[in-house]
């Protein structure tokens, strides 16, 4: 099980690495939201994978740490507002400037007028 958890996080990883490489501003967002997912899938599993444990120390032999899934909570809470925040930005830059392309604007003209 440890296996495939890695694994997803790697593929979750390394597919948002290579949206936030993209030239465009909602490849982008869908990347930093794919990558933070892969963050949290790693915090929790800094928690141990166990399952029909307590989450309190005292009640059993073994107990599963409470702290990972509080941050993880958190994580998605912020996660989500920072993704709607990126989203609306990235609607206005697209409607002032026209385009959703990453480049500098100045670059961008000067390349125009050679």
Do not use: K, W
């Not at 702290?67 to 994580?75: D, F, G, I, R």
């Not at 912020?78 to 990126?86: D, E, L």
Request: net charge negative; proline share 4%; charged share 15%.
């Amino acid at each position: 099980m440890e296996a495939l958890y890695a694994i997803t996080v790697g593929i979750l990883t390394a597919c948002s690495v290579f949206l936030i490489l993209r030239g465009r501003s909602f490849p982008i967002v869908i990347g930093i939201t794919m990558l933070s997912y892969a963050v949290n899938l790693f915090l929790f599993s800094t928690g141990r994978l166990v399952i029909g444990e307590n989450p309190i120390l005292g009640s059993g032999d073994s107990y599963t740490d409470p702290l990972p899934q509080a941050l993880v909570l958190t994580a998605i809470v912020i996660g989500f507002a920072m993704t709607a925040y990126s989203i609306i930005l990235a609607v206005r830059a697209r409607g002032e400037i026209g385009t959703d392309e990453v480049n500098d604007l100045d670059t961008h003209n000067d390349t125009e007028g050679r």
